[in-house]
């Protein structure tokens, strides 16, 4: 397999544009994306598209990378369109990256994007991440993540504090990142005092919807000799995986698969968590964020609430997570999210993260899940980024 390289990166704002369509939204995430890298739509070899509920009249949903392609200039090539919940994104920039390290192709482009402020046909309303109100797993995310909020309450002591201590934490971020969907600033006593949504969440606890795009160029060694140009950035690591069907832990205080992903993820790179400098973590709901920092070893299990509380994950601290806000003040566009991630963690190795900047970042760490986590048709994706050459 051959080394890969990030060169290029685009992102919308991210909020509702009840007039914006969604070939738009992903034309300008790719547009500013091949700015970046300095190349053209013809410079493209091959495209991945993640959009796990859009879709228009014409792409009819599986249609969608094609339509941004063509929004785009971007013709002739092949096009994978990928769906996987809140992991779409992630899912199309692991398809891009292979298309690449195995030697397909050497300019890559992934493409995550989603419309929620509008839905095509009938059917209720999204919850923030995702799925109707009345799910097809037979419960909402809000209600899943409360049921682990308060399992991980009452085996391990977190308390109800530290747990809206991420939404101060994330919000803090956010306000020095003008692509966010929220950035005004609240307090601890805001959280704990907004509308209860299920015990014990919050409304900032939890995510918002929204619409928008992300963009990344990939690339392979010769694809940059030949386009000349000076990759900065590699990627160590995009690594998926699915649920275990068989042995599933149902304990609710820790997500399984993310444990075995980001196990593999650390050994491929040849690092460990202690190794990190920043990371993007899926804090669709508050509690998510606490879990995630166990499963992905940035402290003992059980001990998430106390480093949160501590702030080590803080902009400033030992393992700033969620420079950009996070999915709870930057916004959830399913398929978006995952590029997303990526889109913050190359501004931060490349220095150009202004307010929010992790002084000296080398090695960052995107993950996110998509469906629910001890379900069937769960997906877990890691990516380890570094920063690369002079």
């Not at 959280?191 to 015990?199: A, T």
């Amino acid at each position: 397999m051959r080394d890969t390289f990030l060169v290029g990166v685009g992102m919308t704002p991210f909020g509702k544009f009840p007039e914006t369509d969604l070939g738009s939204l992903g034309r300008g995430a790719v547009l500013e994306a091949l700015a970046d890298a300095g190349l053209g739509p013809r410079d493209i070899e091959v495209l991945a598209c993640g959009s796990a509920r859009s879709g228009t009249l014409q792409s009819r949903e599986s249609g969608v990378g094609q339509l941004i392609g063509w929004e785009a200039g971007i013709e002739g090539v092949p096009v994978y369109n990928e769906k996987a919940f809140c992991a779409s994104g992630a899912m199309a920039f692991n398809i891009a990256t292979m298309a690449v390290s195995s030697g397909t192709h050497d300019v890559a482009l992934a493409i995550g994007v989603e419309k929620m402020s509008q839905r095509n046909g009938t059917g209720r309303p999204l919850t923030s991440d995702g799925m109707a109100f009345q799910s097809e797993a037979g419960y909402t995310p809000p209600a899943y993540y409360a049921i682990a909020a308060r399992r991980h309450m009452e085996v391990y002591g977190t308390t109800r504090e530290q747990i809206a201590a991420v939404a101060v934490k994330n919000r803090t971020a956010a306000a020095d990142n003008p692509r966010a969907q929220y950035r005004d600033p609240y307090t601890l006593d805001d959280v704990l005092s907004s509308r209860p949504v299920v015990w014990p969440l919050n409304l900032l606890d939890c995510c918002p919807t929204g619409d928008g795009a992300a963009a990344a160029i990939i690339v392979s060694e010769a694809g940059a000799e030949r386009l000349g140009i000076e990759p900065k950035i590699k990627i160590e690591v995009s690594s998926a995986g699915t649920g275990y069907y068989r042995t599933q832990d149902r304990d609710m205080t820790s997500f399984g698969l993310d444990r075995v992903t980001s196990q593999r993820a650390y050994e491929k790179a040849g690092i460990g968590p202690d190794d990190l400098d920043v990371a993007e973590v899926h804090d669709s709901f508050t509690i998510g964020e606490i879990i995630h920092y166990e499963d992905l070893g940035f402290c003992e299990p059980g001990s998430g609430g106390k480093l949160v509380e501590s702030g080590e994950t803080a902009l400033g601290g030992r393992l700033p997570v969620n420079t950009g806000g996070g999915l709870l003040n930057r916004g959830h566009p399913l398929g978006a999210t995952g590029v997303a991630q990526i889109v913050e963690l190359a501004d931060q190795l490349l220095g150009r993260a202004g307010a929010r900047q992790v002084l000296g970042a080398k090695t960052a760490l995107a993950h996110i899940s998509g469906g629910f986590h001890e379900d069937d048709f769960a997906t877990s994706c890691i990516t380890i980024l570094t920063k690369y050459g002079r």
